[in-house]
């Protein structure tokens, strides 16, 4: 029954809600920690009614991944428009500090939002390849012209790593380390890629 009633947010009034909510839960694992946030506490954080947050999401998890979700869209548009603006070696960095960086908040909201994003699977992976792709075909002028193998692995080294590391806090990985490591390893293949398959061949007149 409870899933008949949760509806997606089609409505201004009813979008306001949705983000009243998520605000609510963020501010929820920001004071503190996942085990603070229960639905009771983010309707009474957000100024609604429990069946409110129930219209709309299935339970906690279902608001960890919203949560997640949504500031990944964010982080993908913003890494797209990196490339779009800058499509050389030069935009590796700001990627992957961009991906490293783009969940907000404390250690432990961060790996709260980690966690339920991968909880949902590798589908939720391939529908954020796919999207990141559509935005940048046709606008993001790249050294090279990737096949569906190469892009793959562009787009998914430095998740499925930082996935890792999220996975192993007791490796206790410094993060400006781990940045460089993983700018190493995308500059070290697309060098790689060019030098295989030789440059872009350029479309400007002169």
């Not at 192993?168 to 060019?194: C, F, H, K």
């Amino acid at each position: 029954m409870a899933e008949k009633q949760r509806r997606a947010p089609s409505q201004g009034r009813a979008q306001a809600t949705v983000d009243a909510i998520l605000d609510a839960a963020f501010q929820l694992l920001e004071s503190g920690g996942p085990e603070r946030l229960t639905t009771n506490h983010v309707a009474e954080r957000a100024g609604v009614s429990v069946g409110t947050v129930y219209q709309y999401f299935a339970d906690k998890q279902d608001i960890l991944a919203a949560l997640a979700q949504r500031r990944t869209g964010v982080v993908r548009d913003a890494i797209a428009q990196t490339l779009i603006d800058r499509p050389d070696l030069g935009s590796v960095r700001p990627i992957v500090r961009a991906l490293m960086n783009g969940f907000e908040g404390s250690p432990a909201t961060r790996q709260a939002l980690l966690g339920a994003m991968f909880h949902r699977g590798d589908a939720v992976l391939e529908q954020h390849h796919q999207a990141f792709l559509a935005s940048i075909a046709g606008k993001a002028r790249l050294q090279i012209d990737l096949t569906p193998e190469s892009a793959f692995v562009l787009t998914h080294a430095a998740v499925g790593l930082l996935r890792a590391a999220a996975a192993e806090p007791g490796l206790a990985l410094d993060p400006q380390a781990l940045e460089d490591e993983l700018v190493r390893l995308m500059e070290a293949y697309i060098s790689a890629l060019v030098a295989v398959r030789g440059p872009r061949p350029s479309t400007s007149s002169g």
